[in-house]
C-alpha cells in the first residue's frame, strides 16, 4: 500500500518575519490553522512537520507532539535533506511538500494535486508550474525515491535550499504536470502566504473574519471576502517576493 506524507517546512527563524509559524490569529497559532485544514484531507496517510535541530524550534516540536503529528529535525539551510529524512522517518512512499507559509491552504486543492499525481502516473505535480491559484495554495507532489535521487544527484545549495527545485528545472529528466485554477479561483496576483508583517496582517484579518463562523472555509470563501474588502486584499500588494517558490 501507497503511504502518503505530507510534509509541512517550518522554523521559527524567518527572516522577514521571524516566529511566523507560530503567531495568532483567531486564537490559534498559524501553523495549528494549517494542520486542522490538512487533516480534511481524504488521501493523506500523514502529517509530519519537517523543522530543524535549533532550539528556537522547540516550540514547533511541541506543537507537533500536542496535536499528536510528526515531527522530523534536520538542517536548517539543507531543507531537501530536511525533508527527504522526514519522509523516509515516516516511511512516506509520496511526499505532499508544503510549507508553513501557507495556513489558509485549502484541503480540496490539496487532494486534488494527489489524486492528479495518481492519475497522470508523472513523475511531479504541482499548482505553481504555471501559476494561476493565489499564492498560499502551494503544493508539490511526488515520490520519496525521486527526491533520493535528486539528492544524490546535485549539491548545489539552491536546490538543498529549495527541495524540489531541481525536479521541475530538468523537464527533460522529470515528467511534470500543473495543476490549473477553475476560473472562479483563478488570482495569481493575490498572495494569501506567510511572508512578512504585512502578510500576518492579512491572516488576522482573514481567520478573524472567517474562522469563528466556519472553520471549514474553502478558498472561494477567501476569495469573496477579499475580493469585498479590498483594502484587506491590498494590504501586502507592494510587497517584493522572493524568485525561487
Keep these: 500500500m501507497t503511504k502518503i506524507v505530507a510534509t509541512i517546512e517550518a522554523r521559527m527563524t524567518s527572516t522577514r518575519l521571524p516566529g511566523k509559524v507560530m503567531l495568532p490569529a483567531a486564537g490559534k497559532p498559524l501553523l495549528e490553522h494549517m494542520i486542522e485544514r490538512l487533516q480534511r484531507v481524504p488521501s493523506l496517510d500523514q502529517i509530519v512537520i519537517a523543522t530543524t535541530s535549533n532550539s528556537t524550534d522547540d516550540v514547533v516540536s511541541d506543537l507537533a507532539r500536542r496535536l499528536r503529528i510528526g515531527c522530523f529535525r534536520?538542517?536548517?539551510?539543507?531543507?531537501?535533506?530536511?525533508?527527504?529524512?522526514?519522509?523516509?522517518?515516516?516511511?512516506?512512499?509520496?511526499?505532499?511538500?508544503?510549507?508553513?507559509?501557507?495556513?489558509?491552504?485549502?484541503?480540496?486543492?490539496?487532494?486534488?494535486?494527489?489524486?492528479?499525481?495518481?492519475?497522470?502516473?508523472?513523475?511531479?505535480?504541482?499548482?505553481?508550474?504555471?501559476?494561476?491559484?493565489?499564492?498560499?495554495?502551494?503544493?508539490?507532489?511526488?515520490?520519496?525515491?525521486?527526491?533520493?535521487?535528486?539528492?544524490?544527484?546535485?549539491?548545489?545549495?539552491?536546490?538543498?535550499?529549495?527541495?524540489?527545485?531541481?525536479?521541475?528545472?530538468?523537464?527533460?529528466?522529470?515528467?511534470?504536470?500543473?495543476?490549473?485554477?477553475?476560473?472562479?479561483?483563478?488570482?495569481?496576483?493575490?498572495?494569501?502566504?506567510?511572508?512578512?508583517?504585512?502578510?500576518y496582517e492579512l491572516f488576522k484579518e482573514l481567520f478573524g473574519a472567517l474562522y469563528s463562523t466556519n472553520p471549514h472555509f474553502t478558498l472561494r470563501d477567501v476569495i469573496d471576502f477579499l475580493r469585498a474588502r479590498p483594502e484587506i486584499a491590498g494590504v501586502n500588494e507592494a510587497i517584493k517576493r522572493k524568485a525561487a517558490r
Design 74 to 199: 534536520g538542517s536548517e539551510e539543507d531543507v531537501l535533506m530536511r525533508v527527504l529524512g522526514a519522509a523516509r522517518a515516516y516511511d512516506a512512499d509520496v511526499i505532499v511538500e508544503l510549507t508553513g507559509d501557507c495556513p489558509a491552504i485549502d484541503p480540496a486543492i490539496v487532494e486534488q494535486c494527489i489524486q492528479t499525481y495518481f492519475e497522470t502516473g508523472v513523475d511531479f505535480v504541482s499548482n505553481v508550474l504555471q501559476p494561476t491559484y493565489p499564492w498560499g495554495m502551494d503544493t508539490k507532489v511526488f515520490s520519496t525515491r525521486v527526491l533520493a535521487e535528486v539528492a544524490e544527484m546535485t549539491q548545489d545549495p539552491a536546490d538543498h535550499e529549495h527541495v524540489s527545485l531541481y525536479i521541475y528545472e530538468h523537464p527533460e529528466r522529470y515528467t511534470l504536470f500543473n495543476v490549473s485554477a477553475p476560473q472562479e479561483l483563478t488570482w495569481s496576483e493575490m498572495h494569501i502566504e506567510l511572508d512578512t508583517p504585512e502578510d
